[in-house]
């Protein structure tokens, strides 16, 4: 036992005896609770979006319309979307897993409602569904690490933990919710003092997250290579190492062989496919057998631990040499021209600051709360459970430095972190003997704890401002994918439209006509086709329109896509048509007067 450990006892202090006791006896059901609360408030606030199906993201769009191909019959293993680049179709990488719980809600609400609003209450209920599952995941997390009785401070900061947050938003339906609900469990996983339990629950939501997609696998090798390290320096630990990797490799390949489609059956780098199958059930396989014979020698263990990710190192070098580079497998000039400028893919310092502060602030709170609490409790046995949380935390900020899409997870991780420091500073200011210290300090010790204090702050900071030019391209963009706008298109026979990449998803969602492209890597053909069209030549734009079947063009003047092939080609066809240059192969057609939408007939 430790100096800390009287103090401790006096924080638990602070939360009366009877509510103590309540904490502790039925915090899963006042976490769920508490999620309804929550998720009550999300659908209040954002019922405006429910009610205008307004799904903000490309993604968003595509994991509806993919739920809709599956309900009107396309094969379970089929995942091509046939409205893009009609007739061969558009080829996504993702699973059937996600699809699930979207599918259920609108076949359950068709039974009262017609198949309009039973998509849009199922759109804004499905991303809130693995909310409840992050919030647990937290809650046992704080439990076992701070005390019995903070979790309910845990659940506020990550509350507050925005840019987490917004992956569960109503209207949010694509994967990253589920994917960070899986994370949470790996973290109550990684701390849990049930060796059998806590190595099945790290391998089982690896294995989930996998077969949703690979957004998180980088993640999901720290999970493993943790628990390696818990093994080497315990051998004790033998046992949570050999059920994770059973875990590991048998649900990957359960998750490949019920969700990956006939397109991910093959040897890709983007998804869940043979190659990554491959290597988790050979790295099960490996840490198995670690587990199961390990030496006695700690440094005897390092080294095997060491051998057997060289092994997985160097086989998958030889086995499958064109997943070095990078997943996608898109040609040169598809990433010069867009994944290289995709804004989420860029780190962290390449943001504005008032992007890059507002994200930042809670990891880095957490990591110091980590590191803290580790300190505290280094002769205690949760002393353990902490070093994997800090060591995560510190992966997941480091992540920050390569890919700015790494911040609700590295928010996500850093909340039990933040719930240290403040189990640890705000009872002392509630008790302090100056009242404006327990009022102020213990508002201001919060506000800073939590990292509140940055999305507020932020607010005031005359730093990177949006210029009105920013201003204008972002309106312009939201102004053009909004349901009433692209739904006055349904005024034509439905046809093939010719538009930009991300206009694509949602002109298929919310019209009944067809498009050529949108944001997704394996169709680089596709995309190309388009962005050569609007800023090479009016005469190659013809010739690639019509190649397409496509007898209408649609342009939204001013969108943020649209300034790339004006930049690009500044004599191109989309920078003639924003000058009001039609060539004589296209006709105007008719829409309401205040429509930002440019539409055309293709002669």
Not at 208 to 230: K, Q
Not at 288 to 295: A, C, E, H, I, S
Not at 480 to 509: E, H, K, S
Request: with cysteine; charged share 15%.
């Amino acid at each position: 036992m430790t100096d800390d450990a009287a103090p401790s006892r006096l924080r638990d202090e602070i939360v009366p005896s009877r509510l103590r006791d309540e904490l502790d006896r039925h915090w899963v059901a006042l976490t769920l609770v508490a999620w309804l609360v929550i998720a009550a408030w999300m659908l209040v606030d954002r019922w405006g979006q429910i009610r205008w199906l307004s799904l903000g993201d490309t993604d968003d769009n595509m994991r509806l319309m993919q739920v809709r191909a599956l309900l009107d019959g396309q094969g379970w293993y089929d995942l091509r979307n046939y409205r893009l680049n009609p007739p061969l179709g558009f080829n996504i990488h993702w699973s059937r897993l996600v699809d699930l719980p979207i599918a259920g809600l609108i076949l359950f609400f068709r039974l009262f409602t017609s198949n309009s609003w039973a998509e849009r209450l199922a759109c804004g209920i499905a991303p809130i569904l693995p909310l409840s599952i992050t919030m647990l995941g937290t809650a046992a997390t704080v439990r076992r690490l701070v005390s019995p009785y903070a979790w309910p401070l845990g659940l506020i900061f990550l509350t507050g933990a925005t840019a987490t947050q917004l992956m569960f938003a109503p209207m949010r339906i694509d994967h990253h919710g589920w994917q960070l609900a899986m994370l949470s469990l790996t973290v109550a996983g990684l701390c849990d003092p049930k060796a059998l339990r806590g190595g099945a629950l790290v391998g089982i939501a690896s294995a989930v997250s996998l077969t949703i997609g690979l957004e998180l696998l980088p993640y999901a090798a720290m999970a493993g290579a943790i628990l390696a390290l818990r093994w080497v320096w315990d051998r004790g630990e033998a046992d949570r190492l050999m059920v994770y990797a059973l875990s590991l490799g048998g649900g990957s390949a359960l998750g490949f062989a019920v969700f990956a489609s006939n397109a991910n059956q093959v040897m890709r780098c983007d998804a869940l496919t043979p190659v990554w199958l491959s290597v988790m059930i050979a790295a099960g396989l490996l840490l198995f057998l670690l587990g199961r014979f390990g030496p006695e020698s700690r440094g005897a263990r390092l080294a095997l631990a060491v051998a057997a990710g060289a092994a997985i190192a160097v086989g998958f070098a030889v086995m499958f040499p064109q997943c070095l580079g990078r997943p996608e497998q898109v040609s040169p000039e598809l990433a010069h021209n867009w994944l290289d400028n995709v804004r989420e893919a860029k780190p962290i310092y390449k943001h504005a600051f008032r992007t890059g502060f507002a994200m930042a602030t809670l990891p880095i709170i957490g990591l110091i709360g980590a590191i803290v609490a580790t300190w505290r409790a280094r002769r205690e046995p949760i002393a353990l459970g902490w070093v994997c949380v800090a060591l995560f935390t510190a992966f997941a900020g480091a992540m920050l430095l390569w890919q700015v899409r790494a911040a609700p997870a590295a928010q996500l991780l850093a909340v039990s972190g933040a719930t240290a420091l403040g189990w640890l500073l705000l009872p002392w200011l509630l008790h302090h003997r100056l009242l404006p210290v327990r009022v102020f300090g213990t508002v201001a010790g919060f506000l800073i704890v939590s990292g509140l204090f940055a999305g507020l702050a932020i607010q005031y900071f005359p730093i990177d401002r949006p210029k009105p030019y920013e201003k204008r391209v972002n309106a312009a963009t939201g102004n053009c994918l909004r349901t009433t706008v692209l739904a006055q298109l349904n005024r034509y026979p439905a046809q093939t439209i010719f538009t930009f990449v991300d206009m694509g998803p949602r002109l298929i969602t919310i019209t009944h006509h067809d498009a050529i492209a949108g944001p997704y890597h394996r169709n680089g053909d596709a995309i190309l086709d388009v962005q050569h069209a609007f800023d090479g030549p009016t005469d190659r734009a013809h010739a690639i329109i019509k190649r397409h079947g496509a007898t209408m063009l649609l342009l939204c003047p001013n969108a943020a896509e649209s300034t790339n092939y004006k930049s690009r080609g500044p004599n191109g066809f989309y920078a003639q048509m924003s000058r009001n240059e039609v060539p004589a192969w296209l006709t105007p057609l008719p829409l309401p007067a205040k429509s930002p939408l440019r539409l055309y007939k293709v002669d």
